[in-house]
């Protein structure tokens, strides 16, 4: 399984794009990354999901260069409800009994300031 | 998508005493997880909860500790047995849906405090 590491905390303030870089060296050809946001006292919420280049949805983009061993989450114009935990996942989406994306890393608590 | 519920929401139990926390799952599922995170940690994956067989349990964790049963494609059920003090976290249950992306939809979890 593909290790993850992200920094184990950011702070922002209101208005800013945020940005977490997850690492993960040795991802394997058929591995995706995804991204969940966790805010106290409730699960994880899935936020993006990618295989290359750039991914953009209705929260967040999500960027991988050429080589995949580094992503980077893009919250835009982050508010005071962006304050949480945000985890990096690596590995093969589950179908049919296979797959791996199961490992979380560490995660990056994000705090964001009036 | 999926909506899961998680019975209880929390609870405090005694030393030595056993707990079995239910997730129940709005739609049927093939596989669900069973995780533990320990305040201001990450999740840990205990076992994956496969319709009609055993489950899969990671490293680090045993059946007899933590039986699981998967009766239906939409309910499973975790058992703390013989529970310590060290087993006072959150628990969760979540499914993984594939459709135009993977996803993993999370319960609520349940928090256990033991004395």
């Known amino acids: 399984l593909a290790k993850t590491t992200q920094p184990i905390s950011m702070d922002s303030y209101e208005g800013q794009e945020v940005n977490i870089t997850c690492s993960h060296n040795?991802?394997?050809?058929?591995?995706?990354i995804t991204w969940y946001q966790q805010f106290p006292s409730q699960g994880p919420r899935f936020i993006i999901q990618?295989?290359?280049t750039k991914v953009t949805n209705e929260v967040a983009s999500l960027f991988i260069p050429a080589d995949r061993k580094s992503s980077t989450l893009s919250l835009p114009r982050v508010s005071l409800s962006d304050t949480a935990v945000y985890y990096c996942l690596v590995g093969v989406p589950m179908n049919n009994n296979a797959g791996n994306m199961l490992t979380f890393g560490g995660g990056t608590r994000l705090m964001v300031k009036p | 998508s999926a909506v899961i519920s998680q019975k209880p929401s929390r609870d405090i139990c005694q030393r030595g005493t056993s707990l079995t926390i239910q997730c129940q799952v709005d739609s049927q599922v093939t596989m669900m997880f069973w995780y533990r995170q320990q305040p201001g940690q990450s999740l840990t994956l205990i076992a994956t909860?496969?319709?009609?067989?055993?489950?899969?349990?990671e490293s680090g964790f045993v059946i007899d500790k933590f039986p699981i049963s998967r009766p239906n494609l939409t309910f499973s059920t975790l058992t703390v047995s013989n529970m310590s003090p060290e087993d006072s976290s959150i628990y969760l249950c979540?499914?993984?849906?594939?459709?135009?992306?993977?996803?993993?939809?999370f319960g609520p979890g349940t928090r256990l405090t033991v004395l």
């Open positions: 040795n991802i394997a050809t058929n591995d995706y």
């Open positions: 909860a496969n319709q009609g067989s055993e489950a899969t349990y």
């Open positions: 990618g295989y290359k």
């Open positions: 979540s499914v993984e849906v594939w459709g135009e992306r993977n996803e993993q939809f």
